[in-house]
């Protein structure tokens, strides 16, 4: 690992510095209003853990006046009886906007989140657009069936896919941009309005996201962004009897605090939850190609990622010379500040996030995990912790069990060839979001897919891909984003049987 020194500051351009000294306010209903009680809290840069700007902190009473704006706009605004192609214009024109203001986006992303300025600039603010594009292609061919009926009589059957009405989205920090965007995209292609909530961690970028969605001209209310924390803006938008959906990203355990705060109304639910996902090898991989995946599946973003490669199962032989690779890819990683261009790995997002991770370290050096690399935090400002192998790992150990949301990995062998009992281990957590398997027997590969209970399975690589199904079996979650699955989780159906006789 490589420790890149921090300069004493970075030169931000105009527009990062003008937006950053704004006051920044909730967009309900088309305007940007302070919070009702005039409260507002910090954002924090990660790499120093000094503050950057401040926000409004949206409450109940904040909340009301978005949710009554959303439930207007689609009860009785111009979007409810909107085109598909209608809405397909204005997502690209929010693409086209993201695209436009590329730059500034990546800096205030990795300012607030603290991920490499490479990443926004590669993957998380290209990637939202392009989400928006491709959501924007379902507006207007979300389609119901034809159904020849089964009653005696001369009966004519048919669904339609309905938007679901006033969608509330809360979302982590992780991706922040990338995940306002994921529910921001399906729920408009199919119709609905939505108030979102940012993580209280990373709002910026969805701020200057609102800022575009007033120039492409979306009718007010549609999109309202109210900023603020999980037990209070949160809490009341889960509770709201406008809201016909919550949609959420986040933790499992804030995932089944809202599913039983749902009970109540029974509105409608989809979670994409947390994970500790495995990653196989089997002895035939190209190691090639696995190592550096393996690699990049568990330190990609710090390993901040729901569906990171936390554990890895390599066959005994192979696992030395796939572990010892990991732990090469670990040494020459270079940690340091996001906005430094060579930076490869970045501080975690927060003190809090900073602490847990840490603390499982601790945890797992009590237990008996034996460190093969990294394992320790780095410097003393920011949030910084290298990137770390775990072997020597026993079932019940928290580090095997947890989610750590961080770059931590536990390295585990195999020494059979029989898939069942591979897919046993792989399978032995809570969790079922995500599997990577890496094999040059595509036979294997695929009766292995077929053994693991995850909702995303890659053989040989790949990433998130916005036209594939993504989301969770077991805890990780309910629901798929993504794809046709990901817009239709934005509908309702409706059937209507005509009796032509
Ligand atoms: P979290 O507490 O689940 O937060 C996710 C979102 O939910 C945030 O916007 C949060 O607001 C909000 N929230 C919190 N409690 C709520 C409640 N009772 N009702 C409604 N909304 C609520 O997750 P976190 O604290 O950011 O991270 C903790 C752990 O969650 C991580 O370490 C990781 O295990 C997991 N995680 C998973 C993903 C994923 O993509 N699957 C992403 C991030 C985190 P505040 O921001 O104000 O708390
Ligand atoms: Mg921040």
């Excluded at 709002?203 to 209070?232: D, K, S």
């Excluded at 020494?415 to 046993?424: F, H, P, R, S």
Aim: hydrophobic residues 40%; glycine residues 12%.
């Amino acid at each position: 690992m490589t420790v890149i020194d921090r300069p004493q500051s970075f030169a931000l351009t105009e527009p990062v510095r003008g937006f950053l000294k704004k006051q920044h306010q909730l967009l309900i209903g088309g305007k940007w209003v302070p919070a009702l009680s005039g409260k507002t809290f910090d954002v924090i840069d990660p790499s120093t853990g000094e503050v950057i700007t401040k926000v409004a902190a949206a409450d109940a009473a904040d909340i009301d006046l978005a949710v009554a704006a959303a439930r207007r706009a689609f009860d009785h605004g111009p979007w409810g009886k909107s085109k598909g192609l209608e809405r397909a214009k204005l997502l690209w024109k929010l693409a086209d906007k993201i695209d436009e203001h590329a730059e500034e986006m990546a800096t205030l992303e990795t300012l607030d989140n603290g991920k490499p300025i490479k990443m926004s600039r590669i993957a998380d603010i290209p990637g939202s657009a392009e989400n928006l594009r491709y959501n924007a292609g379902w507006a207007g061919k979300i389609t119901g069936d034809t159904i020849p009926a089964s009653l005696p009589g001369n009966f004519h059957s048919y669904t339609v896919r309905e938007p679901v009405g006033v969608v509330g989205a809360i979302i982590p920090w992780n991706f922040p941009l990338a995940m306002a965007i994921a529910k921001i995209g399906p729920a408009l292609a199919a119709g609905c309005t939505i108030v979102l909530k940012p993580a209280e961690q990373t709002p910026l970028t969805a701020i200057r996201l609102g800022e575009f969605i007033q120039e492409v001209g979306f009718p007010e209310g549609v999109i309202n962004i109210v900023t603020g924390f999980g037990e209070t803006a949160g809490v009341a938008l889960v509770d709201h009897p406008g809201v016909d959906k919550v949609a959420f990203t986040g933790s499992t355990a804030t995932g089944k605090a809202i599913v039983r705060a749902c009970a109540a109304t029974l509105k409608r639910v989809s979670l994409e939850l947390g994970g500790k996902s495995p990653t196989v090898i089997l002895p035939d991989a190209d190691l090639a190609k696995a190592i550096p995946g393996a690699s990049r599946s568990i330190f990609f973003n710090s390993g901040q990622v729901c569906a990171a490669g936390s554990r890895l199962f390599a066959h005994k032989k192979i696992f030395d010379e796939v572990v010892g690779g990991i732990a090469e890819e670990a040494k020459r990683l270079k940690v340091g500040p996001g906005l430094s261009p060579e930076t490869e790995i970045g501080p975690l997002v927060s003190e809090e996030q900073f602490q847990r991770v840490t603390g499982y370290l601790a945890a797992g050096a009590k237990e008996g995990a034996r460190v093969m690399v990294g394992g320790q935090s780095v410097g003393n400002r920011g949030y910084f912790v290298e990137p770390t192998i775990l072997a020597d790992t026993v079932r019940d150990m928290s580090v095997r069990q947890e989610e750590i949301f961080g770059p931590v990995l536990c390295a585990m062998s195999f020494d059979d060839e029989d898939l069942e009992k591979i897919a046993a281990e792989a399978n032995d957590t809570t969790y079922g979001l995500a599997a990577t398997i890496w094999t040059r027997d595509i036979s294997a590969g695929h009766k292995l897919a077929k053994l693991l209970k995850a909702g995303s399975i890659r053989i040989n690589g790949g990433g998130l891909d916005h036209a594939v199904p993504f989301g969770g079996y077991k805890q990780s979650g309910w629901g798929r984003e993504n794809g046709k699955d990901g817009v239709e989780l934005f509908t309702e159906v409706k059937a209507v049987s005509v009796n032509l006789s």
